[in-house]
């Protein structure tokens, strides 16, 4: 038989070898095809009296990604039409379609003939959870190998029996650790919690796998053995009682209760592990039914998945623009972003010409990459060779003559309108016609630097954030001019160094800025009103922030504030900024000089290492303090989520931002919005706008203005939009 997914393929020992291996995709995921011909090949292989037993691995450098989770997506839409003809059926009916994956690596498992799982790759979700349900698993020893169970992070959990089997297998607190937080195992780290067999060279990977069988692996699960016992002798043990008090605190800690599948996870293997084996897997299945209902599990997954993969994907991409090639890539200001900048262009395997005043800063900058090189060659993420050929493609220069076959160029010199002009007048002088000029300015509109540029089409923004080699997301701003070229160069160029962009329109502050502020200066606003501060900064991690405002200030620097400040109030007039906001900037860096971080001296203190920073008792003084008692926590909560949501869909409603999906994959990506929610507007989605206008309504009565809904909020409430209804990003492909 033959299968499109897979072939098949027995030896003179009869040792079957399923190769997965997808056409037309780079990565293998679990489809409703892959299941029904993994079922069918389970059957074949039973039936075949010369098949001794199955090897399964991958025919793609990775093993598999998991479930496709567009198809736990439909399970979305399934559920919400079924509960439309029939509310009462709708959540049996899901979960015996949740059911699916379960029942089938329960068969796998059951089938009576040994199956190994050799791992040849990175192996994730639902993949991993296949394997575990196979009686051998091999893993190669090859970087690239990354063991995971991460759907905590989109908001769902291992729900294919793997809560139930990682934590037969592994401690329970080892098997706690790795799915609530959804983090990678290395091959040898796997084995080590007792997840895999055996972890050999690449080269062994198939062989070894083989003779697991050859060695008469027996067919059948340590669970499914008489007398087993689950690793430390399960949940009434005073070993857990000693753990599991605390788990659910710790969880909390991390989590602040925001995410129902982390918490989920924990439920599944208490209860789970109490329980015969496939009572413990209904368990799960009850869960994964449940967490599917929940507004934080559809959210995550539209934005953290779909959205960001569809970014990636180029979905702003003008079609009709040839794809480029970067042959060389131009960066000029080779300072603190110019060198960052140069470095993960570098590790793209793109050239690069770094430019800056002299030769000497130029070189400076390019020693930037060769710390990173050294730190990744140590901690054993790169080889040596890796490492010395991304630094041989920077060249530091002075001068622009480099310039004359660079496809791209990035401009990161000081954020100074005249120094800025006098680049982009120079640069243009020698850069070939068609190429693009990027400019990684944060503050100065497009539109204004494009008007020294005699190629104005060909002048775009590529906002990057720091640290640029960890910060996934990169802004890219098209001026008044720009042109179709430019996107399309840049949104390429964004594809290669692999990070997600979104593409928004000229305004002070972009689109991450304008929110960060929001965020900062609504805590400017609770200090003055005397709320103390660690309560402003706890209030904050608690609705899902992972930094609080006043620390966030501390890192973009305290003065960078005033410098936004005092912009704002030469460029929109007197009433732009609110007077106490400028007392207390003003405050702080002229008066007492706590500029932030970079000072060791902000809203915080910083001592030396290994001392921990702690909340400046001096801030107590500035304002008559309120009692604890006195704040509702709540409100500071709402307040904090509250206003950056509202600035987001005010670039909504000015055309800023056109897409749903950037406005929410941007806050989450740029500065870590609140995860659980999906991002910004899916924040007012999923709450309903309606609500999210009356939440406005109160807070604007309380608290000011600044929070009144505005004219789109309030008509996409009496009409019952949403953004992704009334902004629908699909509308087109739809129409088409
Ligand atoms: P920086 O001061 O560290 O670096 C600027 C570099 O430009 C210096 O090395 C300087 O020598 C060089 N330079 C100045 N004039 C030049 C000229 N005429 N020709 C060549 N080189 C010249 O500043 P930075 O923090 O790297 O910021 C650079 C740009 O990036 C600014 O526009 C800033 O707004 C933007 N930006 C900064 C951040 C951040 O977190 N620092 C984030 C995003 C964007």
Redesign the pocket.
């Known amino acids: 038989m033959t299968y499109k997914n897979f072939t098949v393929a027995t030896d003179a020992d009869g040792i079957a070898l399923v190769t997965w291996d997808m056409p037309g995709k780079s990565m293998n995921v679990f489809t409703t095809e892959v299941m029904d011909e993994l079922d069918a090949i389970i059957d074949a292989t039973v039936a075949d009296a010369a098949v001794k037993g199955v090897v399964i691995t991958s025919g793609k450098s990775s093993f598999s990604g998991g479930a496709d989770l567009t198809m736990i997506q439909s399970m979305f839409s399934f559920y919400h039409d079924e509960k439309a003809k029939d509310p009462a059926g709708a959540v049996e009916k899901v979960f015996h379609l949740v059911g699916r994956m379960t029942g089938l690596f329960r068969k796998l498992e059951t089938c009576g003939k040994p199956w190994v799982s050799a791992i040849n790759g990175t192996c994730m979700g639902g993949a991993f959870e296949m394997s575990l349900a196979c009686h051998g698993r091999v893993a190669s020893n090859a970087r690239s190998v990354k063991i995971a169970l991460p759907e905590v992070k989109v908001g769902i959990f291992p729900g294919a029996g793997g809560t139930q089997r990682v934590s037969r297998l592994a401690n329970a607190q080892d098997a706690l650790q790795m799915m609530t937080t959804g983090s990678s195992l290395t091959a040898q780290r796997a084995k080590a919690m007792n997840l895999v067999h055996q972890v050999v060279e690449p080269d062994q990977l198939i062989p070894a796998a083989k003779q697991m069988i050859k060695d008469g692996l027996k067919p059948v699960a340590p669970w499914d053995e008489k007398g087993f016992k689950v690793p430390g002798g399960g949940i009434w043990t005073p070993a857990s009682a000693q753990l599991w008090p605390a788990v659910p605190a710790m969880l909390r800690k991390e989590t602040a209760g925001n995410y129902p599948a982390a918490l989920a996870i924990l439920k599944c293997v208490y209860e789970g592990l109490q329980v015969p084996f496939d009572t413990g897997l209904r368990i799960e299945q009850r869960y994964f039914t449940q967490v599917l209902q929940t507004t934080e599990a559809f959210s995550m997954i539209r934005s953290l998945f779909i959205s960001m993969q569809e970014l990636g994907k180029g979905a702003r991409r003008p079609s009709g623009v040839p794809k480029s090639e970067f042959k060389k890539v131009g960066i ?7 060198a960052s900048i140069a470095y993960v262009t570098a590790a793209a395997g793109i050239p690069v010409v770094l ?3 002299d030769l000497e ?1 130029a070189t400076k ?1 390019k020693a930037h990459s060769e710390g990173l090189v050294k730190e990744a060659v140590g901690k054993g993420r790169m080889s040596q060779d890796e490492g010395a050929a991304l630094l041989a493609l920077i060249t530091p220069e002075a001068g622009y003559e480099g310039l004359r076959d660079a496809s791209l160029v990035i401009e ?4 100074d309108r005249d ?2 002009k ?2 982009i007048e120079a640069v243009e002088a020698v850069l070939p016609e068609g190429a693009v000029f990027a ?6 509109p497009i539109t204004g630097l494009a008007r020294n540029s005699k190629r104005p089409g060909d002048f775009i923004g590529v ?4 640290p640029v080699h960890k910060m996934m997301l990169t802004e890219v701003i098209l001026g008044k001019e720009t042109g179709d070229k430019a996107i399309a160069v840049a949104l390429d160029y964004v594809a290669a160094i692999k990070k997600t962009p979104i593409v928004v329109n000229d305004t002070r502050g972009f689109y991450v800025n304008r929110c960060v502020f929001r965020y900062i200066h609504e805590a400017y606003d609770m200090l003055i009103e005397g709320v103390p501060a660690a309560m402003i900064e706890n209030a904050a991690k608690m609705a899902g922030m992972p930094v609080g405002p006043l620390s966030l200030n501390d890192e ?1 620097a305290v003065d960078l504030s005033q410098r936004v400040i005092r912009a704002s109030l030469a460029d929109l007039g007197e009433g732009s900024v609110d007077p106490k906001h400028v007392a207390l900037i003003d405050k702080m860096v002229d008066e007492l000089d706590r500029r932030g971080r970079k000072n060791g001296r902000g809203f915080y203190d910083y001592p030396a290492k290994p001392a921990k920073k702690s909340l400046w008792p001096g801030l107590k003084d500035f304002y008559p303090q309120k009692r604890a008692e006195d704040v509702d926590v709540t409100v500071i909560k709402q307040r904090l989520l509250a206003t950056i949501a509202l600035e987001a869909a005010r670039t909504v409603e000015e055309g800023i931002v056109t897409d749903p999906r950037e406005a929410d994959v941007g806050s989450i990506l740029g500065f870590g919005f609140a995860p659980y929610t999906g991002g910004t507007l899916s924040y007012i989605d999923g709450m309903g706008v309606k609500t999210f206008v009356a939440l406005c309504e109160k807070l604007a009565a309380a608290y000011g203005e600044r929070f009144k809904p505005t004219a789109l909020l309030l008509d996409m409430a009496a009409k019952g939009d949403t953004f992704y209804t009334r902004f629908n990003p699909y509308k087109e492909s739809k129409a088409a």
């Open positions: 000029v200001g080779a300072g603190f972003m110019g430019i800056d005043r800063a900058g990161a010199v000081f954020e120094v800025k006098a680049v400019s990684n300015t944060s503050t100065l906002h990057f954030f720091s973009v």
